[in-house]
Each structure stands twice: as structure tokens, then as C-alpha cells.
């Protein structure tokens, strides 16, 4: 079935540095989702991605919708405590939004 | 508040013990879904409605699993003689279907803040 992969897998850094993850599918993604979870909640989209090549932001963050559409990065400038939680990318695979997510990267920021 | 709830946020159980958990969606929302989330991985697709129909079914969800929306509102799921491998947080997640018109989009899934289930 479809997978997907994001690396790195968790992430350590500094109060203001910024940061960038990615994902990996092994099957054609025509919409590419961004989710965070903070501790104890349910997940929370970022950012939709609907077109190859997109590049799309969202105040601090910015996601590409990659050109062979089995990718996507996600970047967070400038991070800040309340970035921590766990990114997830996703993408909905059925006509009724069946939505696959990766396993997550797990991001903390040290102030 | 007017997101997604679930009742309740967790629950404890012994093993071979039927457990009920409950989701309230938003209130309108047709699509009704729910994942299975276990430790250090992202959300599973379960099961889905849309309004007090169930749709597909996935391969995880075992003849000991139920799910029900009787009215197209609320729904419940039911796990029957759980085991140690149910333990995992339950994510309910609801969205209003629109006509899609041409490109590409996403009905956004609004998740409630899931049932923490831990079968000893």
C-alpha cells in the first residue's frame, strides 16, 4: 500500500533557528497535506498543497508540493517554543478524502 | 467550543473488557472518520460515514471493532473483548464534503483531541 517517509525523524534546535523537513512517497501524491499535533490533541492542518511545484506559506512556515509529486518539504523560519509538537505529512488518496500520513517528525525547540 | 469532541479522553481496561468511545463532530459536518494513532506513528485510517452511512471500512478495523452514526450526528466506537494491541489513541475527525470543482482540493478534516485507550 502506500507509504510514506519523513525524515528527519526528530529534531532538536535552538529558540530562533530555522527548520526544514521532508517527506517521501512511493506512489503519486496529487494533494500534499501538512499537519502539526501538539502533546494530548488531535492533529491540525498547516498547509494544503494542490499542484506540482507549488510553493505555499503560512507566516513562519512554507511547503513545496515537489515536481514528481512524491515529495514534499516543509520549512519553519525563525522557530519559536510553541513550534514543538509532531509534523505530519498526509495526503488524501480516495475521492472521499481517506487521508495517509507519514510517521512524523518529532521537532523541539530549546529557548 | 464548537470542534470536535471526544468522550472520553481516556480509558483503562482489562483485557477482554468492551469499551464505547463517542465523537461529537461539528455540527454540519457530513464526513465523519476515524483513525488509530499508536506511539511514534501517524494517525491510521479506520473507518468513514458520510452523514449515517459507513463507507469503507479498513483492513485494521477487526470483527471486534464497531462503529455506528445512527443519526448522521454523533458517532460511536465499539471495540468488543479488547487486547493489549487495541491500546493506541482513537482520533475522530469530521469535514463537510463540498462539490469539487475542477482542481484539485481537500475537504480539511478537523480532528477532535482523541481517547487515549490503554488495555492492561
Known amino acids: 500500500g502506500q507509504q510514506l517517509n519523513q525524515s528527519p525523524q526528530s529534531m532538536f534546535i535552538q529558540e530562533g533557528e530555522d527548520v526544514s523537513m521532508n517527506c517521501t512517497s512511493s506512489?503519486?501524491?496529487?494533494?500534499w497535506l501538512w499537519y502539526k499535533q501538539d502533546p494530548g490533541e488531535g492533529p491540525v492542518l498547516l498547509i494544503a498543497l494542490y499542484k506540482a511545484g507549488e510553493l505555499t506559506s503560512n507566516g513562519r512556515l512554507t511547503a513545496q508540493f515537489g515536481i514528481t509529486r512524491k515529495d514534499s518539504f516543509l520549512n519553519i523560519s525563525a522557530s519559536i517554543p510553541s513550534d514543538v509538537g509532531i509534523y505530519f505529512c498526509?495526503?488524501?488518496?480516495?475521492?472521499?478524502?481517506?487521508?495517509?500520513f507519514g510517521p512524523g517528525t518529532s521537532l523541539s525547540v530549546i529557548p | 467550543d464548537t470542534g470536535v469532541s471526544q468522550n472520553p479522553r481516556h480509558k483503562i481496561t482489562k483485557r477482554g473488557q468492551n469499551v464505547t468511545f463517542r465523537c461529537d463532530p461539528i455540527?454540519?459536518?457530513?464526513?465523519l472518520y476515524w483513525y488509530r494513532q499508536t506511539l511514534g506513528q501517524g494517525p491510521e485510517f479506520l473507518t468513514y460515514f458520510q452523514n449515517e452511512a459507513q463507507l469503507e471500512k479498513s483492513r485494521l478495523l477487526s470483527d471486534r471493532f464497531s462503529a455506528e452514526r445512527p443519526k448522521g450526528s454523533f458517532s460511536t466506537l465499539e471495540i468488543q473483548r479488547t487486547e493489549q494491541g487495541d491500546s493506541a489513541m482513537y482520533l475522530c475527525?469530521?469535514?463537510?464534503?463540498?462539490?469539487?470543482?475542477?482542481?484539485?482540493?481537500?475537504?480539511?478534516?478537523?480532528f477532535g483531541p482523541g481517547t487515549r485507550l490503554t488495555v492492561l
Open positions: 455540527s454540519e459536518h457530513n464526513r
Open positions: 506512489s503519486i501524491f496529487n494533494t
Open positions: 475527525a469530521s469535514s463537510l464534503a463540498e462539490i469539487r470543482r475542477g482542481v484539485n482540493s481537500y475537504n480539511e478534516q478537523f
Open positions: 498526509a495526503g488524501p488518496k480516495t475521492s472521499y478524502d481517506k487521508v495517509i
